[in-house]
């Protein structure tokens, strides 16, 4: 018996005509999946469609093996005609190909990890960037050809965006959130229930919530966001695709970024950062102490990560303050329920 591996994934999803993927669909991938499975699955090539006979063989051993619900996948893509993968990681280590990136996206917006919970090196360079169209995921070189046989038919092709991403909603839909608009919302985004993502809100793939929260921001790649915190309309979180190097931006819990704000620097908890403000690691702080006095100048860098913090700006000397929030800002509760 095979020892239990990192990850297992059974999916359907796209080739281009040179029989390339251009995506894959697992509706129920496994952290942690069984030596059952692991064995099953063992001889498997992650990057190549199964045969007809490969996943005829797969389905006998899983169903023997008592693994139910990958059994039954098995036998419902027996029916299909589009290609199929089957992706069994021994170890988490960065994607190789189209089929292990693919799961590995799968597995935060299925809430299986946490961003920054699996390698994703080199996702970017395995990834192929996409058409993605109301009859799914097209190569970019076919695209023109398929857009000329639509309009013979006389339809039209829809390109909602060109992408290594998808948007997550065409593949997972967790539990107990609200998504105003689901194109700013990438496949690998981790969404925590009760999390509200409005309609300019959004979220990147290896970045996400705990939840709830309210989100009418930007989070970036790389970035968590606390439970119970509030990201105001138009700011913007940075991420390590964005200028923030190799500092890994967080915001903790119960906290209030205000309306095009924004931070480059992590945030303990119960922190607020006024609207308009833009903390990045470099800006000059002035400390107050009890009574609002001003004690030293420190940079943003040195309160990373520390809790009960408001940032503001002085509206006379435009100076940026920043004084201990022991009233934290309490959310209501009415922008956050889900039922």
């Known amino acids: 018996m095979t020892d239990s591996a990192f990850a297992f994934g059974l999916g359907v999803g796209t080739h281009n005509s040179r029989g390339e993927w251009l995506e894959v669909f697992f509706p129920h991938p496994l952290l942690g999946p ?15 469609a199964l045969s007809r006979e490969q996943l005829q063989q797969l389905q006998a051993a899983l ?6 619900e990958q059994a039954e996948l098995a036998t419902r893509l027996l029916q299909g005609e589009q290609p ?11 994607p190789g190909n189209v089929p292990e990136g693919y799961l590995k996206l799968h ?3 299925h809430r299986l990890v946490e961003p920054h919970g699996t390698s994703l090196d080199g996702l970017f ?9 109301n009859e799914g995921a097209v190569d970019i070189d076919e695209l023109p050809e398929r857009q000329l046989a639509a309009r013979l038919r006389g339809e039209v092709l829809e390109v909602s965006c060109v992408d290594k991403f998808p948007k997550m909603t065409n593949y997972v839909v967790p539990a107990g959130v609200r998504i105003a608009h689901t194109a700013r919302v990438r496949l690998g985004a981790h969404l925590g229930e009760g999390t509200t993502i409005m309609h300019e809100g ?19 790649a790389g970035v968590m966001v606390g439970s119970g915190s509030d990201l105001g309309g138009g700011c913007s979180t940075m991420g390590t695709l964005s200028g923030g190097g190799n500092i890994i931006i967080s915001v903790g819990k119960e906290c209030l970024i205000g309306a095009n704000a924004g931070i480059g620097i992590p945030l303990g908890d119960r922190c607020t950062v006024e609207a308009g403000l833009f903390v990045t690691a470099g800006t000059k702080v002035t400390m107050l102490d009890a009574e609002g006095m001003p004690v030293e100048t420190a940079r943003a860098r040195e309160l990373a990560s520390k809790s009960d913090l408001l940032f503001r700006r002085n509206s006379t000397t435009g100076a940026v303050e ?15 329920a889900h039922n």
């Open 34 to 48: 069984s030596a059952n499975i692991s064995a099953a699955a063992a001889d498997l090539d992650p990057g190549q």
């Open 63 to 68: 169903a023997e093996a008592g693994e139910r």
């Open 84 to 94: 199929v993968a089957a992706v069994l990681l021994r170890e988490d280590r960065a």
């Open 107 to 109: 597995l935060l917006s």
């Open 125 to 133: 360079g395995i990834l192929p960037n996409v058409a993605w169209t």
């Open 202 to 220: 959004f979220v990147n793939f290896n970045a996400g919530t705990a939840g709830p929260g309210m989100i009418e921001g930007r989070i970036s």
């Open 322 to 336: 920043c004084l201990t929030n022991r009233s934290a800002v309490e959310l209501n509760e009415e922008l956050h």
